[in-house]
T-cell receptor, first 113, second 113 residues
């Protein structure tokens, strides 16, 4: 176990709805990254948070947004859900923003119907 | 654009034999290359990384080789065990103020008892 916990583990939403996914980073880790993993594919980088600010972003639209809290936990929010948003959403924490080793949670399986 | 890909989608290996998983990359600006292991129902697990100015790095039962001339990365697993069965991803890490990790599509390693 990595010490990174995500909630919920599974979620079903209707197209057009909004969703919030949560992540508790490993103790002492100040950097959190979020990834989207479609079935049978590698994870795709959504964004990274460091010191409560978005520190970098992949090719995802603005309806994907996030937050990081003073205790380094994080949220991923997705507005106006689309069917293609169905995926495993992974959170990864790192000891420092410069760390190459990331510790992943088990993910949240989101299904949009 | 940048991409990281794998030659073989599935690799079957006899228990006790050595495994070699290959990966091609296209972004010469990557600072690090990383191998992750993902077991069914779990998030990716960091195995080993190699800095772009190195050509070989060894860990416990694993060796990563980097050939920058042909933009090729490989992961060698010695004495493969049933617990090594998983999907293996190569990934590249480009730091530009943040650590953006780009994953390939993955190779499934099946260990035959």
């Amino acid at each position: 176990e990595t010490g990174v916990t995500q909630s919920p583990t599974h979620l079903i939403k209707t197209r057009g709805q909004q969703v919030t996914l949560r992540c508790s980073s490993q103790s002492g880790h100040n950097t959190v990254s979020w990834y989207q993993q479609a079935l049978g594919q590698g994870p795709q980088f959504i964004f990274q948070y460091y010191r409560e600010e978005e520190n970098g972003r992949g090719n995802f639209p603005p309806r994907f947004s996030g937050l990081q809290f003073p205790n380094y936990s994080s949220e991923l929010n997705v507005n106006a859900l689309e069917l293609d948003d169905s995926a495993l959403y992974l959170c990864a924490s790192s000891l420092r923003v410069t760390s190459t080793e990331a510790f992943f949670g088990q993910g949240t399986r989101l299904t949009v119907v | 654009g940048e991409s990281v890909g794998l030659h073989l989608p599935t690799l079957s290996v006899q228990e006790g034999d050595n495994s070699i998983i290959n990966c091609a990359y296209s972004n010469s600006a990557s600072d690090y290359f990383i191998w992750y292991k993902q077991e069914s129902g779990k998030g990716p697990q960091f195995i080993i990384d190699i800095r772009s100015n190195m050509d070989k790095r060894q860990g416990q039962r694993v060796t990563v080789l980097l050939n920058k001339t042909v933009k090729h990365l490989s992961l060698q697993i010695a004495a493969t065990q049933p617990g090594d069965s998983a999907v293996y991803f190569c990934a590249e890490n480009s730091s530009g103020g943040y650590q953006k990790v780009t994953f390939g599509t993955g190779t499934k390693l099946q260990v035959i008892p």
